[in-house]
């Protein structure tokens, strides 16, 4: 009994961390979408595919990046407006 309880742990921790093994059928798969806004920000878009937007960023910079509490910030940006 005290073998089972000290191996158990180590056998259970195994097969979570093996991708192989899949109870329901299914892997994970990992989100690669970079969503993240061109320039020295922590800005996203909402969705990844940005093809259909009206509006095209080329970058954002924020200064302090990133923003902090009470403090004055300026912010410099060039887009594009498509039609």
């Known amino acids: 009994m005290k073998l089972i309880t000290i191996f158990l742990p180590f056998v259970l921790s195994s097969l979570a961390a093996s991708k192989s093994s899949s109870f329901f059928g299914r892997d994970q798969r990992v989100l690669d979408d970079d969503r993240s806004v061109p320039g020295d920000n922590p800005l ?7 093809t259909k937007d009206i509006l095209t960023i080329d970058y954002v910079n924020l200064k302090p990046n990133p923003p902090a509490k009470s403090v004055d910030y300026a912010y410099k940006r060039r887009a594009l407006q498509l039609t």
């Open 44 to 50: 996203e878009y909402c969705q990844a595919d940005t």
